[in-house]
């Protein structure tokens, strides 16, 4: 078998290389962006490209890339029904309710009038959120009608950046003073409130639409269970202090018995309806105590999984001790199940 690798430093092709290498594995690196792209592909059987949502020309082509190649046969990863929703939690949405998988309530309006009535009679509080962006960025606790009708004002008028500038300050000041970022990230963070960033320069604004999720009160954290293959791992992250977000906190519990096995057995029965060959659900509790997904990915970060404990398979048996998740990744073409 011959894979492709489109290599993007930091994410999971240093582990998809390594891995290559170490199993003599005929690989060879490649660059998405060229334009003869296609025809550098051919008499390959695998193309794999870890694209991410921050890197503009990643959002730009990259599923395009990607599903097109499916067309003409080669296996990618990620493939159009593990990839097609990354980033858009408003397709989530959809996807999770035509399956009919427990979702928290999600509303999207694409007319003002209509979020201006739904926003007038509902119940707060609510979650806002843009339909793209990691680690809980552009997401805001709506706390009552009016801030609900200024966000849809906003939404249907100039719209919303990509990147919240006073938002990513804050973050970076709190992490300071958990001792988790250095004052030169605050710094940094500071000047971002005046100079965008690049992605934001060229993204443009969010508009036409708003998205609300229903707010799941009594929430200390969430639980990210991860699928890869016939393989998952679990994590318990902790929300922000005096905040209700847990995706990006940096405060991880890593125990395997933190982990209700019960959500393991959920998640990778969701799992057999979208058919993913990578995919991560966040989990948090309603008022009885029952899981509902708030998103999913396809990827994930490479680092802060290195100390979970362990991982299960879909009988739920435990296998203790390290494990390469991106080794998994290129295993499963070799074994044809992707």
Known sequence: MKIAIHHNPHSFSDRWIKYCEKEKIEYKLVDAFDSNIIAQLKGYDVFMWHHHHAKYKDVLTAKRILFALEHAGIKVFPDFKTGWHFDDKVAQKYLLEAIGVPLVPSYVFYDREKALNWANSTVYPKVFKLKGGAGASNVKLVKSQSQAVELINQAFGQGFSQFDRIGYFKERLSKYRQKKDTFLGVLKGFARIFIASKY?????????????????PNNNSDIRVIIVGDKAFAIKRMVRENDFRASGSGNIIYEKHEIDEKIIKLAFKINEKIRSSSIAFDFIFDKDNQP???????????????????????????????????????????????
Do not use: T
């Open 200 to 216: 934001s320069q060229q993204q443009a604004k969010e508009k036409g639409y708003i998205y609300f999720q229903e707010f799941m």
């Open 292 to 338: 509902l997904i708030v998103e999913i990915s396809y990827g994930f970060s490479v680092e802060a999984y290195n100390k979970c404990p362990g991982y299960w398979d879909k009988q739920l048996n435990w296998y203790e001790g390290y494990f390469n998740p991106q080794e998994w990744m290129v295993e499963n073409f070799l074994l044809g199940n992707f």
